[in-house]
């Protein structure tokens, strides 16, 4: 939530925060700010070509504006992305990319809020956030979870899923 306070104040008029979940092998919208509710929640295999694995598995920042090959078609078309201009900056820590920043804008507004030292500032706050972020994805805290109850239980091995509906929102496991 810090980080996106700081990033809606340098000006953006929206910011998401992606994660990675090994685990389960996506890159999820964890966190938003001025953004529609179904646009958060979204997921997507960290081999798919969508943006944010692209920036997860190269470790580079991507500018963009308008349509791009590695953007969520249903997404771009039911949010209106085609009117936006956005940055996506990679969350790294400990040498490894663990989510995702992307800030946008209208893209009429580009060349006031997309600026050099504002593209500047995102990367430093990624930076910045990226080694509390590591630590604190949901993923790995139901790994220690599952540690506790394989010490307490004295398993070989222990898992937890946690569904909405049929819908899994987190898994993790432990052991062996």
């Known amino acids: 939530e810090t980080l996106l306070d700081e990033l809606v104040g340098l000006g953006f008029e929206y910011a998401n925060v992606f994660l ?17 509710p179904g646009w958060l929640r979204q997921s997507w295999d960290l081999a798919s070509a969508d943006i944010s694995c692209y920036v997860v598995r190269t470790a580079e920042s991507v500018l963009l504006e308008g349509w791009d090959d590695r953007l969520d078609p249903d997404l771009y078309a039911r949010f209106g992305q085609d009117r936006l201009a956005r940055l996506f ?11 995702v920043v992307e800030v946008g ?13 504002k593209i500047a500032a995102v990367k430093h706050l990624a930076a910045q956030h990226g080694p509390r972020i590591a630590e604190n994805r949901p993923y790995l805290l139901l ?12 398993a070989d091995s222990a898992s937890l ?16």
């Open 105 to 117: 804008c209208q893209r009429e507004l580009k060349s006031t809020i997309l600026t050099l030292d």
């Open 89 to 99: 900056v990679p969350l790294e820590s400990a040498g490894g990319v663990v989510g």
């Open 20 to 36: 990675v979940d090994e685990y389960r092998h996506v890159a999820e919208i964890a966190r938003g700010r001025n953004v529609p």
């Open 161 to 176: 899923h946690i569904y909405r509906g049929s819908e899994t929102l987190l898994a993790a496991g432990a052991g062996h």
């Open 143 to 154: 790994q220690a979870i599952g540690a506790s109850a394989i010490d307490i239980m004295s």
